[in-house]
């Protein structure tokens, strides 16, 4: 099926899994337990994208100075088995 791709950040976990046609993303608080977002990006470098994108108006709000396509492209990602 693929890889998951996991990152512990600013308090929360983002996560990027392959499903059959599509990537879904999760982010999740750990701190108040909860889902904070979830969408759906056709590919991995997407949905990594989608996760940081997220996380970054989540911690700076919607005004910040972060790009997140190259960001997410340098965060340190781990890998797993799906």
Do not use: C
């Not at 990537?23 to 701190?31: E, N």
């Not at 977002?37 to 991995?44: G, I, L, P, S």
């Not at 911690?59 to 781990?78: A, D, I, Q």
Request: a positive charge; charged letters at 20%; proline letters at 7%.
């Amino acid at each position: 099926m693929g890889r998951i791709y996991r990152l512990m950040w600013g308090g929360m976990r983002l996560l990027a899994l392959p499903e059959q046609d599509h990537w879904a993303v999760t982010v999740y608080d750990t701190k108040q337990h909860r889902t904070l977002f979830r969408t759906e990006r056709k590919n991995a470098p997407d949905a990594k994208v989608a996760a940081v994108a997220f996380a970054l108006v989540h911690l700076y709000g919607p005004f910040h100075e972060f790009n997140p396509k190259p960001l997410s492209t340098v965060l340190p990602w781990s890998a797993g088995r799906a």
